[in-house]
C-alpha cells in the first residue's frame, strides 16, 4: 500500500545546525525518511541523537538564531521550510499537532485546560468563544477524561501526569491533524498509565485516520505501536525497517546493540541470553569522529570504518541500512 502512495511527510536531506559559543553543532547531519497517511513511523535511538530537534524543524519551533535548517521537508507536496511565519502558524496544530514530552512544562500554567484547547478551534476553524468551548470539553470527553465541563475549568497543576498528557493528546487532535508528532509521549508516566496513553492514541489514530511519528527510545513501545523504525544515532539515520524486520533481523550493530539491552523477564538459564550493553559514550555534537560515528563503540569495526562514512545501502522496500557491513 505504502509503495502505491505518495507519502504525506517527505524529509529529504535535513540539516540542523545550532552556532554556539563552542563552534557550530550538528544535531542533525543529511536525514532523508517519508511517512505515508495513517502509518505509525517510529523514530528511535539514545537521547542526543536528533529525534526531537527533526521534530521541531517540522514545524520551525527551533529559535532561529542560533539554528540553522537546511534541506526540504515537503507536506502534501509543500516545502514547510518556504513558508513565512504566518504560513506556518496555519499548518501547527490544524494539519499538523505535535505532543511534547513533558506536559507540565508544554501547557500554559496560568490558563485553564479548556482555554488552551478552544484556542486552537478558534485559530483555525473559525469558532466563536461558545462555541470553541464547548468543542474543548467534547475534546476532553473524546479523551476519557472524566467530568470534561467542570475538568475544562481547572489549571494544568489540578490535572495528574496522565491527565495532562491526555489533555495534550486533545489538544493536538482537536482540528484533525493529518499528522502528529509525538515526542516521547509517555516517557514521565508509571507503566499503567503509558499502557493507556498508547491505548487512547491508537484508538484515536484508526478513528481519525491520522499519521504519527512516534519519538521515542523505548523499544517496547515501538513494537506496540509502530509499523516501520528509522533508527538514528549521532544525527544520522543508520537503520529503516518495517517494525516486524527490525526486531527479527537487525542489520545495524547500533540497532543490534539497543535489542540486546532490552531486558527480558525471567532468569538467565530460561531466557537463554544476558543482558547486554552497548560500550562507550555517544560523541560529541561538536566533535564528531571521522568515518562511521558509531566505530568507537562497534565491536564489528575495521579500518574502513574508521577512515570512511558508510554509504546509505538499500536491502529491499522501506528497508536501508547505513553500514559497511552490508554495503555492496
Known amino acids: 500500500m505504502m509503495a502505491q502512495t505518495d507519502p504525506l511527510l517527505a524529509i529529504k536531506d535535513l540539516h540542523v545546525r545550532f552556532h554556539t559559543l563552542d563552534g557550530v553543532v550538528q544535531a542533525v547531519d ?12 517510529g523514530l528511535v535511538g539514545e537521547s542526543g541523537c536528533g529525534k526531537s530537534v527533526t521534530a521541531l524543524s517540522i514545524l520551525q519551533l527551533l529559535r532561529c538564531p542560533p539554528a540553522e535548517i537546511a534541506g526540504n ?10 513558508l513565512d511565519r504566518e504560513g506556518i502558524r496555519n499548518v501547527r496544530g490544524n494539519d499538523i499537532s505535535m505532543i511534547f514530552q513533558e506536559p507540565m512544562t508544554s501547557l ?17 476553524k473559525g469558532f466563536n468563544r461558545l462555541q470553541s468551548w464547548r468543542w474543548a470539553v467534547e475534546m476532553l470527553r473524546m479523551v476519557q477524561i472524566p467530568g470534561p465541563g467542570s475538568r475544562s475549568r481547572q489549571y494544568p497543576h489540578k490535572f495528574s501526569g496522565g491527565m495532562r498528557q491526555r489533555a495534550m493528546i486533545a489538544m493536538a487532535l482537536s482540528c484533525n491533524p493529518r499528522l502528529i508528532l509525538a515526542d516521547e509521549p509517555t516517557t514521565a508516566l508509571d507503566v499503567t498509565i503509558q499502557a493507556q496513553i498508547m491505548t487512547l492514541m491508537q484508538r ?27 533508527v538514528m544515532y549521532a544525527g544520522k539515520i543508520v537503520e529503516e525497517a518495517p517494525v516486524k524486520a527490525i526486531f527479527k533481523d537487525p542489520r545495524h550493530p547500533y540497532t ?12 538467565k538459564e530460561q531466557t537463554g541470553r544476558q543482558l547486554q550493553e552497548i560500550s562507550g559514550m ?3 555534537p561538536a566533535n564528531m569522529p571521522q568515518g562511521c560515528r558509531f566505530h568507537p563503540r562497534c565491536r564489528h569495526a575495521m579500518d574502513k570504518c574508521r577512515q570512511q562514512e558508510p554509504p546509505i545501502t538499500r536491502l ?9 557491513l552490508e554495503a555492496k
Open 282 to 284: 555517544v560523541p560529541s
Open 73 to 82: 521537508i515537503f507536506f502534501e507536496g509543500q516545502d514547510l521550510l518556504g
Open 256 to 267: 543490534q546493540g539497543l535489542l540486546g539491552s532490552i531486558p527480558v523477564i525471567g532468569r
Open 204 to 230: 484515536l489514530k484508526e478513528e481519525f485516520k491520522t499519521a504519527i511519528v512516534l519519538i521515542t527510545h523505548d523499544l517496547g513501545v515501538i513494537a506496540e505501536m509502530a509499523s516501520r523504525v528509522v
Open 30 to 41: 543529511g536525514i532523508d525518511f517519508d511517512v505515508y497517511p495513517g502509518e505509525t513511523l
Open 108 to 124: 500554559n500554567p496560568v490558563l485553564r485546560i479548556g482555554e488552551q484547547i478552544a484556542e486552537a478551534g478558534r485559530l483555525h
Open 316 to 324: 529491499a522496500e522501506h528497508r536501508r541500512v547505513s553500514c559497511w
